[in-house]
């Protein structure tokens, strides 16, 4: 089956740091990824989408220079939060569509900022 | 407006005790319609696709089934390690290729 990494798995910062977050899909390209936000017992919150050699689109409330996000190659994506506040605390999940329009997660990144 | 809606938002059963999880949905046009297994902490799970009313697919003790309306996710003798948060989610005949989360059902199975 299709598999989706992220890096790092937790990772705990400094308020003011930036925090860097990759998605790889491992066995197949995608040319569309996703970036969603999680909270405690809650659905999931689509942030951006991601796609490869162009700028992402980001939802309505969700800071363009804030999250920045790079889908640098078919496999690759990223997602920087800059400055990152205690508000920013977060389970952050990517997702990577495949050519038949499935969309398989990576295991999430669980962010603290102290 | 597109919408999908889940029930129960939870279920307890006792293993061995077959039960149904039930995913409406309002949309102008399905593409279609994603289940995925959730547990606490990590990544929602692929399960199955699909396309078309009248579909239906299998795995292991899962079976997922489909209208023009809802999708029904039927766990037949289920175990403990089937407990988690089961998530449907439609994609919409737009170009946006974004999926519309149903808020989930989640599902604890007692030994």
């Known amino acids: ?114 | 407006e597109d919408q999908v809606t889940q029930s129960p938002e939870a279920l307890r059963l006792q293993e061995g005790e077959s039960s149904s999880l039930n995913c409406s949905y309002t949309v102008s046009g399905l593409r279609g319609l994603f289940w995925y297994r959730q547990d606490p902490g990590k990544g929602p799970e692929f399960l199955f696709t699909l396309y078309s009313a009248g579909e239906e697919k299998e795995k292991e003790r899962l079976k997922a089934t489909l209208t023009k309306k809802e999708s029904f996710l039927h766990i037949t003798a289920p175990k403990p390690e089937d407990s988690a948060t089961y998530l449907c989610a439609v994609l919409p005949m737009d170009s946006s290729y974004k999926l519309i989360f149903g808020s989930g059902t989640r599902l604890l199975v007692r030994p």
């Open chain 1, 1 to 114: 089956g299709a598999v989706v990494s992220q890096h790092p798995s937790r990772v705990i910062c400094k308020s003011g740091t930036s925090v860097k977050i990759e998605c790889r899909s491992l066995d197949f390209q995608a040319t569309t990824m996703f970036w969603y936000r999680q909270f405690p017992k809650k659905s999931l919150m689509l942030m951006a989408t991601s796609n490869e050699g162009s700028k992402a689109t980001y939802e309505q409330g969700v800071e363009k220079d804030k999250f920045l996000i790079n889908h640098a190659s078919l496999t690759l994506s990223t997602l920087t939060v800059t400055s990152a506040h205690p508000e920013d605390s977060s389970f952050y999940i990517c997702s990577a569509m495949d050519r038949y329009n499935e969309q398989f997660f990576g295991p999430g990144t669980r962010l603290t900022v102290l």
